[in-house]
């Protein structure tokens, strides 16, 4: 049932793009067979494999620092409720701010680099992925604590045995949210910033009038975006099977 | 596990306020070594506070609780709890949650796992060692809880309301279950419990708290014959008085 759902969504989407294309709505527009043609011929150029390796070391950069950052500030902000109640204040206004507007800051303090699209990358997940695992922590059922405390149970024995498996299903959100964001982040701060990796080819293309390799490469964007997603709900999938 | 002799419980004089609200006052208590005790009283009358002060979860504001020959200060070893809603982790197996406590005093994985097991054959849920607590039923889940309160071998056992979300075909059994396994292990049990009925089959005396603030209002020697799981206790004419008699007792406290 859901294969067969998803089968015709796909399906129906071709085929409003397809019509789309003939219409034609633009006559910029490519047709799904004219960007799968340019797909392939950036494949085979090598163009997209190397634009894609500089652009998932910024990914991996950013992202990597949201969780390693992330994850640990949002337990201990949840932990340590006066760190939380002060910390939460930075994170609401990051979260709210339009993360674009950082970006001329960010070209001045580190540069035009793969760096920069990291720091990028970083400040639109991070808040995202510390938020949950903050929320997480706060959502710890109390008669679990309690429970714990009637064994005799130490300060570490009570973060390590209850606390950190109660959040790790809201911190298992924040990084599929954060992952989300992540890419969302990347190719913003590589279409307006630093000219580097898929962004920077969306960019030639577009200025090129080749609309086909354009569509092709946000194309190739949305699969490696959608591959990374659902490794991490396996993952997430498999460590919290306790819920099925 | 070899049971540990049981141990009497003495309250001395417990208060206990939560802000403006006065939960106990002056609570004189003495539960023998051995003795099956229930605490019942009209809701709000400060019974489970007694038992988490009894557990050393809830501090008195005076007078002194002592369990063996412990004051109590805060949770100890002597004392396992068993919670009305449970509180087993959703995210370990019947067998982990049961090891729980084990792990918590330091136990060997190895000790751990046989007693665990034992435990867990105790409360009849052998077979179940590998299922999640969300696979199983009230009941089941709840002799989880029990299992997991008779793994570290406990000389009392601290009852929060056990069988308060559990059907009653289920809770029937599950009370002649504990009424058994009570008596092959000599424990001194405390049950906090809104059931007159649960309150009489079970207990060898029953203490009546009187609501907002909780004093002792009356106590209740339980005379029927035991074991009681075995003859049909609840249908004798004895059984039946000693219900009407605590329900005459409570019905004045409404």
């Known amino acids: ?32 067979g004219a960007t799968l043609t340019a797909l392939i011929a950036l494949v085979r150029s ?36 006066p760190v939380g109640r002060v910390a939460r204040v930075y994170l609401d206004v990051l979260i709210a701010l339009p993360t674009a507007a950082l970006i001329p800051l960010v070209i001045l303090s580190f540069g035009i680099n793969i760096a920069s ?45 209850i606390v950190l498996p109660s959040a790790l299903p809201m911190v298992m959100a924040g990084l599929r949210y954060g992952l989300s964001r992540a890419f969302v982040g990347l190719i913003v701060a590589e279409l307006l910033l ?51 | 596990m070899a049971a540990p002799a049981p141990v009497p419980i003495v ?105 665990a097991r034992r435990a867990i054959g105790k409360v009849g849920l052998a077979g179940f060692e590998e299922a999640y607590p969300a696979q199983l039923s009230g009941g089941m889940q709840q002799r989880v809880g029990l299992a997991r309160a008779l793994a570290v071998s406990p000389q009392v056992l601290l009852m929060d309301e056990p069988f308060a979300s559990i059907d009653e075909q289920t809770r029937r059994l599950f009370q002649d279950d504990l009424l058994r396994l009570w008596s092959e292990e000599r424990k001194t049990v405390v049950l906090v419990t809104h059931s007159m009925e649960e309150a009489i089959y079970l207990s060898d005396r029953v203490v009546v708290l009187s609501p907002r603030p909780g004093r002792v209002q009356q106590e209740l020697d339980v005379p029927l014959p035991r074991p009681r799981e075995t003859a049909d206790v609840r249908a004798t ?18």
């Open chain 2, 237 to 254: 004419a004895d059984f039946a008085r000693l219900v009407d008699g605590l329900w005459k007792i409570l019905r004045k406290l409404q």
């Open chain 1, 46 to 81: 090598g163009a997209l494999l190397s634009a894609t390796v500089t652009s998932l070391q910024s990914l991996l950069l950013g992202f990597g620092g949201a969780v390693v950052v992330g994850v640990p500030l949002g337990l201990v902000m949840g932990v340590v409720r």
């Open chain 1, 117 to 161: 699209s990291a720091v990028i990358v970083f400040v639109f997940s991070a808040p995202f992925v510390a938020m949950n695992a903050y929320g997480g922590v706060r959502d710890v059922r109390p008669r679990l604590v309690e429970m714990a405390q009637a064994f005799d149970a130490s300060w570490g024995q009570l973060v390590t045995r």
């Open chain 2, 11 to 115: 309250v001395d004089g417990v208060s206990k306020a939560f802000g403006p609200v006065q939960a106990l006052v002056d609570i004189h208590l003495r539960v023998r070594a051995g003795e099956f005790l229930s605490l019942i009283g009209p809701s709000g009358c400060g019974k489970t506070t007694l038992l988490k002060t009894l557990a050393g979860l809830v501090p008195a504001d005076a007078g002194r609780v002592v369990v063996g020959d412990r004051v109590v200060r805060g949770p100890g070893r002597e004392c396992s709890v068993v919670f009305q809603d449970f509180a087993l982790l959703p995210w370990a197996t019947v067998q982990k949650n049961v090891e729980f406590g084990l792990l918590l005093r330091g136990v060997p994985a190895a000790e751990r796992a046989g007693t």
């Open chain 1, 1 to 32: 049932m859901v294969f067969a759902l998803r089968t015709a969504s796909v399906v129906a989407f071709l085929l409003l793009w397809e019509w789309a294309a003939r219409v034609p709505i633009s006559f910029n527009f490519p047709s799904p």
């Open chain 1, 194 to 244: 630093s000219p580097f990796g898929l962004g920077r080819l969306i960019m030639m293309s577009r200025s090129m009038f080749e609309h086909d390799r354009m569509f092709a490469t946000v194309l190739w964007t949305l699969l490696l975006a959608g591959a990374a997603l659902t490794a991490l709900a396996r993952l997430e999938a498999r460590l919290l099977r306790w819920r099925a």
